[in-house]
């Protein structure tokens, strides 16, 4: 079998790597050669299972025609008994009980619930629960996914209803590209499709090779559904990225809005950030999961935050504070603590800044004589402070935990800065 499958993939092969893809033809001729490369794939392992199959069916032979030689009586005595029929065949596993059933669901992986859905109609809906995939979707994605990505996907799919509703249009998208994402999910291509989207259209070579028609897509407007999409790269949402642009030396400690799309092959983001004023947006390729945080606040970008916390700011206090170089730049967070007034030796029996009208804001990652290591704001009537030389400070958040605190001071830069 081996030389038959090298005889009749390997002239696909040659045309895959030397085919350019500039042509429409040359593009067919690709897709093609990727096609009879992943039927080879297949039969490669449906001919691995028979093999392996075939040799436990003769072992299992070898094994019982020993056993049927006669035995001696004590031999017969001590011999546990055979194993019936019923015991040895196990239980099917749609007659587990409906906690049992669900229990056993919940242990799999996201590929292996995929996988499991393409056995029957029933195990599809059962694995296309939302249940099931809102834990893994809270696993995997829960800190980076905020209120604003989930209603970004609503939007999304009422986009996506109101586009299935306009005519189609003739061209329409290369099976191929579905194919790349659907790939590592499933244990057998040619075996389960439950992954790809609803539209999508198999080749009939693709058709031919399957015995039973594959389960339909999981319905868009399910978790499924968004998991499959963050985890293909399909769907931008919106995050906050730390040490914006790889650590630039302007964003040090600074948390900005953007755009994120998952990529699976690296696990890493690209950030799309929103224009700076005048500058055009960026992208930033490479970001990796602890950059990434779900926006703590509602408030968009361009916008004021609220302030309620001033009262019970405290020096020690670790607080975000928003910040803009100008009235035509959105908000980005920054870092800092709050510092002693002037007047105050710092002690802790002592103070009483806590009392005071000002709370100072220090930036402790710069040096004592940078312009940008304090900042003082009023705590009755603090709203935007700030001009165009110094920039402009906005509302303020208490950081309320220790894992808010340690992720910031993951990011403190080794040298301090001017």
């Known amino acids: 079998m081996l030389p ?51 040799r436990d069916r003769e072992r299992g032979a070898r094994m019982s025609s020993a056993s049927s030689k006669p035995k001696s009586a004590a031999a017969a005595l001590v011999a546990p008994p055979a194993e019936t029929p019923a015991a040895a065949a196990g239980f099917p596993l749609l007659d587990l009980p409906e906690l049992a059933l669900d229990r056993v669901l919940e242990e799999l992986s996201p590929a292996s619930l995929a996988a499991m859905a393409c056995v029957c109609a029933v195990l599809r809906d059962r694995c296309s629960a939302d249940a099931l995939w809102e834990r893994h979707l809270r696993l995997k994605w829960g800190h980076v996914l905020g209120a604003a990505a989930r209603k970004q996907w609503e939007a999304e799919l009422g986009g996506r209803a109101a586009r299935a509703g306009a005519p189609r249009p003739t061209r329409r998208r290369s099976w191929v590209d579905s194919l790349a994402c659907a790939w590592p999910f499933s244990t057998s291509w040619i075996g389960c499709r439950w992954l790809l989207k609803g539209d999508h259209t198999p080749s009939p070579a693709a058709v031919a090779a399957e015995p039973t028609p594959a389960p339909a897509a999981p319905p868009a407007d399910t978790v499924a559904a968004w998991y499959r999409a963050l985890e293909c790269g399909e769907f931008w949402f919106p995050a906050q990225v730390y040490n914006r642009e790889d650590g630039h030396v302007g964003f040090v400690l600074s948390c900005y809005d953007a755009h994120l799309r998952y990529h699976r092959r690296t696990d890493t983001f690209t950030a799309r950030y929103p224009p700076l004023g005048w500058k055009p947006g960026k992208e930033e390729d490479g970001v990796q999961w602890n950059r990434v945080r779900a926006p703590p606040v509602s408030t968009p970008a361009p916008d004021l935050h609220a302030s309620d916390c001033l009262e019970e ?92 605190i340690s992720t910031w001071r993951r990011f403190w830069p080794v040298d301090v800065l001017n």
């Open 313 to 404: 700011l405290r020096p020690g206090d670790h607080f975000e504070i928003q910040w803009r170089k100008n009235k035509d730049f959105p908000y980005g967070w920054w870092y800092g603590v709050v510092g002693h007034q002037e007047s105050c030796n710092g002690n802790e029996h002592m103070c009483r800044c806590h009392k005071e009208d000002m709370v100072v804001l220090e930036f402790q990652h710069y040096a004592p004589s940078s312009r940008w290591r304090q900042t003082t704001v009023s705590r009755k009537d603090h709203r935007e402070k700030g001009g165009e030389t110094d920039g402009f400070y906005g509302g303020i958040r208490k950081l309320q935990t220790k894992d808010e």
């Open 4 to 54: 038959l499958l090298l005889i009749s993939t390997l002239p696909a092969f040659t045309l895959l790597l030397v085919a350019p893809a500039t042509k429409a033809c040359c593009k067919l001729a690709r897709e093609l050669a990727l096609l009879a490369l992943l039927l080879a794939t297949e039969l490669l392992r449906h001919a691995t299972a028979s093999g392996s199959k075939e």
